[in-house]
């Protein structure tokens, strides 16, 4: 096997992505990525630090593109219809990029500073979109942690093969969804 001529940063980023998102995060090794490149794995050296590189190079990617796609979604709509559009926007990033989702929770450093902004950017977008509720900041904080816990939840299900009736699976998200930011509203009567 020999050194394919044009290999670039960006070109193996792409390739680890692909690998990834069709036979899991998990599948993604230097061996499996060098064999998909068609070079031999001392070569990925030039472009990345290792294994543990590539992993927080893909989570920096996961928390980027995830950030911008909820962003986007979010865009021109306020209230129940932003959360609403925000959920959507998640549930369709993980499902056009399982393996890549699945980066973010291996990133070998969560504290690296493009990571920290790229996560901070989705945590500002969300708390803004809750401030049309009857929320205290402490609750505000609990709200994001469960939108983000229902999309997860909601996307890891679909992933695995969870909807399995006869229910359109978006139909079931967007009454869920109600459902939580129903019971957010009541929260100040109990």
Request: aromatic share 8%; proline share 5%.
């Amino acid at each position: 096997m020999s050194p394919r001529q044009g290999l670039d940063r960006g070109a193996l980023l792409s390739a680890a992505v692909q690998i990834a998102d069709s036979d899991g995060f998990q599948a993604l090794t230097l061996a499996a990525l060098a064999q998909r490149l068609d070079v031999r794995s001392p070569s990925l050296y030039n472009h990345i630090s290792g294994l543990p590189g590539l992993r927080q190079e893909l989570a920096l990617m996961s928390a980027q593109q995830l950030s911008r796609a909820l962003t986007s979604a979010a865009a021109g709509v306020a209230g129940d219809d932003a959360i609403q559009a925000v959920a959507a926007a998640y549930i369709g990033f993980v499902r056009e990029h399982p393996g890549l989702y699945e980066a973010y929770f291996y990133a070998p450093d969560r504290s690296e500073p493009e990571l920290v902004v790229a996560t901070t950017d989705a945590l500002d977008l969300l708390l803004r979109l809750f401030q049309p509720y009857p929320l205290s900041e402490a609750e505000t904080l609990h709200a994001v942690r469960g939108l983000r816990s229902l999309c997860h939840g909601f996307a890891s299900m679909g992933a695995q093969g969870g909807f399995g009736m006869d229910f359109d699976p978006d139909e079931s998200l967007h009454l869920t969804v109600s459902a939580f930011l129903h019971g957010l509203r009541h929260l100040q009567e109990e």
